[in-house]
C-alpha cells in the first residue's frame, strides 16, 4: 500500500492556471485521460481510497457533474474542507478536515493493501509530505510554461526524491515517478 501524488503539470511546475483553468492540459486530451489512457489505466487499477482538496473537489463540481457527466470516481473520496461543501448523490463522498494523519489512517484502513490516491492539489499532498505519509509521486510533465497559478508542490522538498522511472506519454508528456525517502 502506497500513497501517491498522481498528476499533470506544466514544466515550470503549476497545475492549474491563475483563472484555476486545466484547459493548457486538455489540450493534448487525444479522447482519453489527458495523463494518457495507458498511464492512467496502470496507476488507477491498483488505488481504492482517493483524497482532494476542496478546490478540486469544486472543480470538479463545476467543470464535470454540473454538465451532467457522473462521479468519476467508483472508489471513497475524503475531501478535505473546512467549508459545508454540496455531496453528489450515489458518490461516497467523506468530508474532512484538520490534520490529515487521522483521515489517512482511515483511508488506509478502507484501502486494505491497495493504493491511496492524493488528487488534484499541490497543498493536499504537501501535507501528505510534511506528515511523513507521501510515499511517491507521478508527475506527467507537459510541454508549456504557464505564467502563474496552483502549484504542483508548494515545499521545499529536503528529503531525497528516488528515480524510480522516466517514460514519454502520448509522446507528448515525459512521466517521472520517484519514491519519497525520508
Known sequence: MKTIYYGATSINGFIADKKNSLD???QFDK???SSGPESYTT???????ICMGSTTYEWLLE?????G????????AWVFTTRNLPTIPGADIRFAKGDVKPVHK????????????????????GQFYDAGL?????????????????PLFPRTAKPPFKLLSVKPIMDVFIEVHYSIEY
Open 43 to 49: 496507476f488507477i487499477k491498483d488505488v481504492r481510497a
Open 63 to 67: 467543470h464535470q457533474i454540473s454538465k
Open 134 to 150: 507521501l510515499d511517491e509521486v507521478i508527475w506527467q510533465l507537459a510541454p508549456l510554461t504557464l505564467d502563474g497559478g496552483a
Open 106 to 125: 482511515e483511508m488506509q484502513q478502507f484501502a486494505a493493501g491497495k493504493n491511496i490516491w492524493v488528487v488534484g492539489g499541490g497543498e493536499l499532498a
Open 24 to 26: 493548457w492540459l486538455f
Open 69 to 76: 457527466q457522473p462521479w468519476p470516481y467508483d472508489m471513497p
Open 31 to 33: 479522447g482519453g485521460e
